[in-house]
Structures are given as structure tokens and as C-alpha cells.
């Protein structure tokens, strides 16, 4: 009959996440399937010798930060990015998340390392880009720019939130007259939401007709005011086009980073707020709920 620790290790080798657990000096002493699979190292080459540089990304962490005390309960562990490399020597980017473990009076005893490929990172929500280099150019230095505050955030770094912005005029001025006066409208947009911009603050196109504004306002209700300011300043931009002037209006939808969720589900949050606002019929900003979609139904 197959023992207990059997049991729990034949249950942790058929999980799809890769699990490491570490016990003194940060020595690996279980590897599941999935961690070899992810980063082609077998459980056998790491048993319990010192980490490989190439997994220190990975797997250096053995005391993270806000280690909770002990009796206090169980803590959930925060995602974030890593970039590792594969024993053939590609890079293997991650999201890992760090539990701590305990024996029953309380006594830290090891850390349990779960990670996944995040491939789904490179799918970010963001808008359309047509063949545009230059949006897709921004939005690539935004997401660089976002990986790096949300993985500084989960260790206790500043938080910050994302205002995503649509102009309400601009699917219909592309229609009526031309991807030509859509640009210049954007451009002077983009100009007039600058001047608003607070220190370390970051805008840029993300998507064909879309801004996205990287905060760092402390709460969703300064977020929001921020974001009023912002949507004040883009009506102010004086577009004309062959004479007509033409009103100019922006949908925000404004969220707040979360310790309990991903990169992807604050994007999410925020694409859903802003679509509320459009829908609504635009010039209005909605702040997202804490943990959960505001879609329009």
C-alpha cells in the first residue's frame, strides 16, 4: 500500500504547475514532473545540491518579503514575473508564486515555489494595432514598463494604477474623414493628456484609437480624480479639420493594482471600466471594482 508521503508526492507530480519545494539553505527537495518539463532539468540533477545560477531567478526567493508570522493564518502567495533559462540555454519566462511552510507550532520548516510558462503575458489586453508600428512600438515599451512595476509592486514597491482611454470621436472621424485627420486628432490628444502627466507617470498609444496612462496615485479614488483631470485636458485639444472644428470627448476606465491579482487581470479591469464609460455614452470616467469585471452587460 503506497505510504502518505507517496501519496502526496504521486498528487504533486500530476499537478500541470511546476512545484519546488526547498528546505534549509534553500536546497531543492522535490521537483514535480512539470518543473522538469518547464525548465528541462531533472529532478535527479537537483536533488539537493545548491540551485543552478541558470534557476536562481527562479528559485532564489526563499525568504520573500512580508513573510507572515507565525499562527497567523494561511497567506496567499503573489504572482510575479521571472526569467529564467532552460538547460538548453533559452530563457524561460515565468510567473511564480512562494508559499511558506510551517509545522504545527508555527516553526518555518521550507518554501514551496510554484511557477508557470507566461506566455500568456505576451497577450496583454490591449487595443488593435492595424499594421502601425509605432502603436505597437509603444505598446511594447509599455508593457516592459508594466512587468517591471507589477513584479516591484508584489514585492512591496510603490503601487500604481492604469487609466485606459479611448477617444469617443475617433472610429467615426476615421470613417468620414480618413485614417489622416484620425492621427493628427490623436497626436493632439496625446499632446494635451501629457501636459497633465504627474512625475514618472507614462503615456502612450495602446491600441489603434487608445491611451493607456501608467499611475502611481496611491488609491482608486485619487486614481479617479487623476483621471478627471486627464479627460478635462482632452477636451480642451482645439482639433479642426478643412475648418470644422470637432468636440472631443475621451471614455476612461480607471484600475488600481491588486496584491491578490495578475498584470492581465488589471488590464482586464480596466479595458471593462473603460467600455463601460463608452457605452454609457462617453466623456465619463468608471472607476473598476476591486477583483471582478465590470463588463457591460
Given at each position: 500500500m503506497m505510504d502518505r508521503s507517496e501519496f502526496l508526492e504521486a498528487a504533486l507530480d500530476n499537478l500541470p504547475e511546476g512545484i519546488a519545494l526547498l528546505g534549509e539553505e534553500c536546497r531543492v527537495v522535490f521537483w514535480n514532473k512539470a518543473a522538469e518539463a518547464v525548465t528541462g532539468h531533472a529532478a535527479m540533477d537537483l536533488m539537493g545540491r545548491p540551485v543552478p545560477e541558470t534557476l536562481k531567478p527562479l528559485l532564489d526567493r526563499c525568504a520573500p518579503p512580508g513573510d507572515p508570522e507565525p499562527n497567523s493564518g494561511p497567506q496567499p502567495g503573489h504572482g510575479f514575473l521571472v526569467h529564467a533559462r532552460h538547460k538548453l540555454g533559452h530563457e524561460v519566462p515565468a510567473m511564480v508564486r512562494?508559499?511558506?511552510?510551517?509545522?504545527?507550532?508555527?516553526?518555518?520548516?521550507?518554501?514551496?515555489?510554484?511557477?508557470?510558462?507566461?506566455?500568456?503575458?505576451?497577450?496583454l489586453p490591449r487595443g488593435e494595432t492595424g499594421e502601425d508600428q509605432g502603436v505597437e512600438t509603444s505598446q511594447t515599451d509599455l508593457k516592459n514598463r508594466l512587468e517591471a512595476l507589477f513584479e516591484d509592486f508584489t514585492h512591496g514597491e510603490l503601487p500604481f494604477g492604469v487609466l485606459w482611454i479611448t477617444v469617443d470621436q475617433a472610429h467615426e472621424l476615421r470613417k468620414t474623414h480618413g485614417a489622416g485627420a484620425c492621427e493628427t486628432?490623436?497626436?493632439?490628444?496625446?499632446?494635451?493628456?501629457?501636459?497633465?502627466?504627474?512625475?514618472?507617470?507614462?503615456?502612450?498609444?495602446?491600441?489603434?484609437?487608445?491611451?493607456?496612462?501608467?499611475?502611481?496615485?496611491?488609491?482608486?479614488?485619487?486614481?479617479?480624480?487623476?483621471?478627471?483631470?486627464?479627460?478635462?485636458?482632452?477636451?480642451?485639444?482645439?482639433?479642426?479639420?478643412?475648418?470644422?472644428?470637432?468636440?472631443?470627448?475621451?471614455?476612461?476606465?480607471?484600475?488600481?493594482?491588486?496584491?491578490?491579482?495578475?498584470?492581465?487581470?488589471?488590464?482586464?479591469?480596466?479595458?471593462?471600466?473603460?467600455?463601460?464609460?463608452?457605452?454609457?455614452?462617453?466623456?465619463?470616467?468608471?472607476?473598476?471594482?476591486?477583483?471582478?469585471?465590470?463588463?457591460?452587460?
Open positions: 512562494i508559499l511558506v511552510l510551517r509545522d504545527g507550532m508555527g516553526g518555518r520548516i521550507g518554501t514551496a515555489v510554484l511557477f508557470h510558462p507566461a506566455e500568456c503575458l505576451d497577450a486628432m490623436l497626436e493632439k490628444v496625446e499632446r494635451a493628456l501629457a501636459q497633465g502627466l504627474r512625475p514618472a507617470e507614462n503615456l502612450g498609444r495602446w491600441g489603434k484609437d487608445e491611451f493607456l496612462v501608467i499611475s502611481h496615485e496611491r488609491t482608486p479614488a485619487m486614481l479617479a480624480v487623476h483621471a478627471q483631470v486627464l479627460a478635462g485636458l482632452a477636451r480642451t485639444a482645439d482639433f479642426r479639420w478643412w475648418g470644422d472644428r470637432v468636440s472631443l470627448t475621451v471614455s476612461i476606465g480607471a484600475a488600481q493594482a491588486e496584491q491578490t491579482g495578475t498584470l492581465a487581470d488589471l488590464l482586464e479591469r480596466a479595458k471593462a471600466a473603460m467600455l463601460s464609460s463608452f457605452h454609457a455614452g462617453g466623456n465619463q470616467i468608471t472607476s473598476a471594482p476591486e477583483g471582478r469585471s465590470c463588463l457591460p452587460s
